[in-house]
């Protein structure tokens, strides 16, 4: 998620504040669609996971969720609050 920061052309804005502050429901989110199963055993290949673009496509569906349902919160204390985390990783799954 470094990488996807660092490409930003501001450090402001949602998608920015999803990449700081939803960092946990991010990877909750991936992990989901990963699934456990592509994880199991002693070696697995982590590039055939296309983890990057797993990553931008669940970034942008929160953004967008963000942006039609909490556009007027921020984001720091929109990920500390467990209801609308919930919400979102549910309409984002």
């Known amino acids: 998620m470094k990488g996807l920061i660092s490409e930003l052309s501001r450090f402001s804005g949602k998608r920015y504040g999803v990449l700081v502050h939803g960092n946990r429901l991010i990877e909750a989110l991936i992990f989901k669609l990963v699934g456990?199963?592509?994880?199991?055993?002693?070696?697995?290949?982590?590039?055939?996971?296309?983890?990057?673009?797993?990553?931008?496509g669940v970034v942008d569906k929160m953004v967008k969720i963000i942006e039609e349902h909490y556009a007027d919160n921020f984001m720091a204390t929109l990920f500390k609050n467990t209801d609308k985390c919930s919400d979102i990783f549910s309409k984002a799954s």
Do not use: C, R, S, W
Request: glycine letters at 10%.
């Open 36 to 56: 456990g199963a592509a994880l199991e055993g002693e070696k697995f290949d982590v590039a055939a996971l296309d983890l990057e673009a797993k990553t931008n």
